[in-house]
Each structure stands twice: as C-alpha cells, then as structure tokens.
C-alpha cells in the first residue's frame, strides 16, 4: 500500500478523534468532580472530623438557626453564650459560611450535614472557580497559531490540573479537616472567583456580565472572612497590573 493511499485512509479518522476529544473537553466539570473525591471522601467514611474548631462552629450555627426560626435573620446578640452573660458574635465574626450551612438546613437536611455539606461545597467551589481562572490565563497566554477551535481543549487540560492542585492544596484541606475553620476555607473557595470575574472586568470586551460576579464575590467574601478581605486589595491589584 501507498504512502498516499494509507493517508486517505487515516485522514477520515481524525474527525473522529477530534469529536472524541471535543466530548472529553465538554466533561471537565464531571473530571473535576471525580479527581476530587478522594478530598471529599473522609466526609462520608467518618463524617465531621475531630477538628480543633469544628465543634464550636456547628455550636454556632444552632444558635443561628435558632434566631433563624424565629425570622430573625440578622441576629446581634447571643444571650446563651459567655456563661449566659451573652456575646455579640455577629457583630464581628462573619457569619456567611453559617449561613451557607443554614440554607442546606432549610432544604431539608440535619444541622450535622448540613455543616458537613457547606465543607463540601467550599472544596468542590474552590475548584471550580480555580479552573475558570486557570482557562482565562492559560487562554491569554497560547500562541496566535493555537488560536482557533482547538483553543478550549488546548487550555482545558491544564486548567483542570491547575484546579485539582488547588482541591489538594495542604492548608486547604487543613482548614477543613485539622482546623475545622469554616470561615476561612469559605475565603478560600472565593478567591479564585474573585481574581476570575475581576480579570475579567477589566480585561474583556464586554465587561458588563462580570460586573455581578465580581461584586457579588467581593461581598460574599466581606460576609465569610473579614480577615482575608483585607490582605486581598494589593494581592488584587498588583494582578490586575501584571
């Protein structure tokens, strides 16, 4: 056989093959999703760790579901707290990881699973969020010639190997199953939005479906973690300016 007759031959394969690779790059949501279960996995095999602030925070969150029942949304005092002396807790500690856990709790699962749950979601949203970041800088940083249809798949791969990194981040996952702190692993499942819809903002051509995002984010992250919205303006601008 021919070297030209062989070409006619393979040359109809590779539709095939491209279609194959256009379903695989469709799927990353779903990879991303496997390739995270082994982080999820003591949630099921154990339930909550023994973590050094885990119980404290679900003590917390009964006390807000509480206040919670009786329509009172934004509580600003904890009487029960102190020794009975009464605490503004509230007032000062963000309470948007609680309120996280207490929405899961009005769908209909215990306050247990519920703050299990919101563990959950902040791994599984810190992922997702990495991996849209990760494709928007993998895609401003691909040659002119890669350009084109293959760009999403081009970038796919590395920006889901970027987000199972961030999954399996050591202080990530210390904060959830050593630390037990709620808040800041909360933090950390939003920032990746945040330097996400933020670049995006600046940076795209129709900048006003990111103007949401951001702001939603931004605020998400004053309600979750107060410590980290501080640290976070230089870090953001100073990757805005590169």
Known sequence: MTITAWSRRVVPLRPEKKRLSDRLDNLWWFWLLVLALPALWPFYSEGLTRSFDGGLHLLRLSLLNDYVQQGIFLPRWTPSLILGYGYPLYNFYAPGAYYLAEALHLLGMSLYHAF????????????????????????????????????????SIPALIA??????????????????????????????????????????????????????TLAALALTHNITLLFLPPILLLFLLL
């Open 116 to 155: 299990c749950g919101a563990f959950v979601i902040q791994i599984l949203g810190a992922g997702y969020g990495l991996y849209f970041l990760a494709r928007d800088l993998f895609s401003a940083e691909e040659a002119p010639s890669r350009a084109g249809k293959n760009k999403g798949h081009a970038t």
């Open 163 to 216: 987000a199972v990194a961030y999954v399996y981040t050591p202080y990530l996952l210390t904060n959830v199953y050593i630390r037990g702190a709620i808040a800041e692993a909360g933090a950390q499942a939003l920032l990746p939005w945040i330097f996400w819809s933020m670049r995006r903002l600046v940076r795209a051509e129709q900048p006003d479906p990111y103007f949401f995002p951001a702001t939603f």
